[in-house]
């Protein structure tokens, strides 16, 4: 499930069903568990076109968008060699139930999703986390 925003009217919001996507190789699927909501979570909406935070996580439809939030998640599914399922990350995250990423630069502090749409954005590196 994900909860995505008309981008051009913010006031316009709609959650989308729907199961979650299957990884291939070298990807891995993450479930959002929580995450915080801050005035920045909406500046990200506000200046989502003008930052490009929009293009982070694509939402189902381009007029559409997904709102970006700091949270914690579980590697529900992994077909990366270097990352564990049941890991839990505290990253940037969609406001949704999953993400599918393509994590690069794996270490014992964490890694950073590779997945190709979001090349040309800032790097959002995610850690691992032992908290309980």
């Known amino acids: 499930m994900d909860f995505e925003l008309h981008r051009t009217d913010l006031h316009e919001t709609r959650f989308v069903h729907g199961d979650p996507p299957s990884p291939e190789d070298g990807q891995a699927l993450l479930r959002v568990e929580s995450f915080g909501l801050t005035s920045n979570n909406i500046t990200y909406a506000v200046f989502g076109e003008?930052?490009?935070?929009?293009?982070?996580?694509?939402?189902?439809?381009?007029?559409?968008?997904?709102?970006?939030?700091?949270?914690?998640?579980?590697?529900?599914?992994?077909?990366?060699?270097?990352?564990?399922?049941?890991?839990?990350?505290?990253?940037?995250?969609?406001?949704?139930?999953?993400?599918?990423?393509?994590?690069?630069?794996?270490?014992?502090?964490?890694?950073?999703?590779?997945?190709?749409?979001?090349?040309?954005?800032?790097?959002?590196a995610t850690k691992n986390s032992s908290r309980g």
Not at 70 to 89: F, K
């Open 50 to 124: 003008a930052m490009t935070y929009w293009d982070f996580f694509p939402a189902s439809d381009p007029d559409w968008g997904k709102l970006n939030v700091w949270g914690y998640a579980n590697v529900e599914d992994s077909r990366h060699p270097d990352l564990a399922t049941g890991t839990r990350i505290y990253g940037y995250l969609p406001c949704a139930s999953h993400l599918l990423i393509v994590p690069d630069r794996i270490d014992s502090k964490g890694f950073v999703d590779a997945a190709p749409h979001r090349a040309n954005s800032p790097p959002r």
